[in-house]
């Protein structure tokens, strides 16, 4: 007969009832596929507040060992559908991911987008042979930010500082304030912050999502001239639709309306992920079907 202390010990043991039910949507959706799933949430939208207190919802290093942690075990031979919700983040990291994912799985990886992958995460998207989203799903500008701020932007602003200056000198005292808060080596860390995304999605775009298209090279430059420019998307907030992005664009994107089955299950999956980071301390989810997760909590 178990002691008063074993029971304890089993009780705490046990799931809390936000696990249980994510847990349970997330094996019912690799079910379904007979796929490997692995979601990746974060709750900016929920706790975004909370940044100024050092918790980062972005993309970052430490997000690699809870895929390391979740992907340990899996039947790799099942490939990978990795379920997407972020603001995006470093790019350093996110190559980084990008290499590590595509190492286990090649290139037999899906991107699941139930709402929102922007930035950092729409580079991820593009790393995949295809992205799955709805009608109400949003991708992003890929176009990096340094601080905050947009690459494309600050280069822009030293550009016109340099035609009205020239233009008229008067303007020297006005140019001189505005650009006094930029770092001297700053326009050549946005020049080289551009080109490395635009590279970097551009080649996993072509050994990937367009390998086996012989029109590859003017796809991703189109693709890439609309994604990774300022002057286009206008801003870095910008919600880019499925209509714009398969298209348009002419990226492989598959509608999840088109399969009811898949679409309930995508989006339980993403009904229990919301309610886990706004109803309890989780502010970061990575999590496989198999229910081996690494929770990041507000403490």
């Keep these: 007969m178990p002691t008063w202390n074993d029971i304890l010990k089993e009780i705490g043991a046990q799931p809390n009832v936000f696990d249980h039910v994510r847990r349970k ?26 940044s100024q207190h050092g918790f980062r919802f972005d993309i970052v290093d430490t997000d690699k060992m809870g895929f390391m942690s979740t992907i340990n075990g899996l039947d790799k031979s099942k490939g990978l559908d990795l379920v997407l919700h972020t603001p995006g983040g470093s790019i350093g990291a996110t190559e980084s991911i990008v290499h590590y994912l595509k190492s286990i799985f090649g290139n037999d990886i899906r991107a699941i987008v139930p709402q929102i992958a922007m930035s950092a995460g729409t580079m991820i998207a593009c790393s995949c042979k295809e992205i799955i989203m709805g009608k109400h799903s949003n991708l992003g500008p ?4 340094i601080n905050g701020m947009p690459t494309h932007g600050i ?17 020297i005292p006005v140019w001189h304030t505005i650009l006094s808060r930029y770092s001297p080596t700053l326009i050549g860390e946005c020049e080289k912050a551009i080109k490395w995304s635009e590279t970097m999605v551009s080649d996993w775009l072509k050994s990937n999502m367009f390998l086996n298209n012989k029109n590859k090279d003017q796809i991703v430059e189109g693709v890439i001239k609309e994604l990774g420019s300022h002057a286009l998307t206008l801003s870095h907030d910008r919600h880019i639709s499925i209509d714009i992005l398969k298209d348009k664009l002419g ?6 309306e088109s399969d009811d089955d898949l679409q309930d299950k995508v989006l339980s999956v993403h009904h229990s992920c919301i309610i886990s980071l706004t109803q309890t ?7 496989n079907q198999e229910g081996k997760a690494f929770i990041q909590l507000v403490k």
């Design 142 to 145: 890929i176009d990096p930010q």
């Design 25 to 50: 949507y997330i094996a019912e959706l690799a079910s379904q596929t007979g796929r490997n799933v692995i979601v990746y949430y974060s709750g900016w939208l929920q706790k975004g507040n909370l």
């Design 251 to 256: 990226l492989k994107v598959l509608v999840l």
């Design 155 to 171: 280069i822009e602003e030293f550009e016109r500082a340099k035609t009205e200056i020239s233009n008229d000198p008067k303007t």
């Design 281 to 287: 301390p989780a502010y970061k989810i990575i999590e």
